[in-house]
């Protein structure tokens, strides 16, 4: 069991179904160095169950306290599937980038379910007119709550179900010994813990009732309390809504490493912040905003 930090607890608390807080990266895949050149469902699944150890939290439920008086905990789930996370899908003919941009948008709209570990893998095959991607490709749609994972725990968790050669050694190979779930806490427990926590943490008591009782702090109050901010009137400035639009660009990891060279103590993610950075800046320029 493990308690939620207050950082992690808020994305799941400000996040509605037209924005939900989650990453997805998308990968593709060229299945021709495989054995028999081809990569089966079954062989997914296969490789994830060999792995879900070293990556916990993908068995991990949230387990919120009763009238959310302190954070959520992560618990492990009893009646875990890997099944039900991991789906598979094919984009219908001719299987272009366009296509597969569509199902993805569509796929990274959906809220998850926070009944259950809230993660999700699409498989979707289909990949054969794709420029720059031989036929027969397949790409893999990884949805993970931003509150499971930061960006660097989301790396580890990719890096753990991943090999650099085609052929794994070591530890990895060994299916573990069979899951059980440690037993959760029972409600009054939580309740318990909550609230002896709360007789330490006074400050805990106002964000329990901004949670619970949000009428008893207006949005008037709150704007007082709060210094006046700007916000550009820009296209990117409305209404979030539901539905997504999802595209990308393909870049050569060599020319971000040179580029994190360039300054001392940078990161590769810095580099490619700067990059999405700028153009956004180049993009806002254009429209005169």
Request: glycine share 6%.
């Amino acid at each position: 069991m493990k308690q939620l930090s207050p950082t992690d607890s808020q994305m799941l608390f400000i996040e509605t179904d037209a924005s939900p807080n989650q990453i997805a990266p998308l990968s593709i895949y060229d299945p021709s160095t495989a054995p028999g050149g081809k990569v089966t469902h079954k062989g997914i699944l296969s490789l994830l169950e060999s792995r879900l150890h070293l990556a916990p939290a993908f068995r991990r439920k949230l387990q919120r306290v009763p009238f959310d008086i302190d954070e959520p905990y992560w618990v492990d789930d009893p009646n875990f599937s890997l099944e039900y996370h991991v789906h598979h899908l094919a984009l219908p003919k001719p299987g272009d980038w366009r296509q597969l941009c569509i199902m993805v948008a569509r796929l990274v709209a959906r809220p998850l379910d926070p009944s259950r570990p809230m993660w999700e893998m699409y498989i979707i095959e289909g990949l054969d007119n794709v420029e720059g991607f031989p036929k027969g490709c397949f790409a893999t749609l990884l949805k993970i709550h931003h509150s499971m994972v930061d960006g660097k725990a989301g790396v580890a968790i990719i890096n753990a179900l991943h090999d650099l050669a085609p052929i794994a050694a070591g530890a990895e190979l060994q299916i573990p010994q069979e899951w059980q779930a440690e037993a959760s806490p029972s409600t009054m427990d939580l309740t318990s813990t909550s609230l002896k926590r709360l007789m330490f943490k006074p400050g805990q008591i106002a964000k329990v009732l901004s949670r619970t009782v949000p009428s008893l702090i207006s949005s008037r109050n709150l704007r007082k309390s709060k210094p006046s901010l700007r916000v550009p009137n820009t296209p990117l400035n409305g209404e979030i809504t539901a539905p997504r639009v999802f595209d990308a660009r393909r870049y050569k990891l060599d020319d971000f490493k040179a580029i994190r060279k360039l300054v001392p103590g940078a990161t590769i993610n810095d580099a490619a912040l700067a990059v999405v950075g700028g153009g956004m800046r180049r993009y806002l320029e254009a429209k005169n905003v």
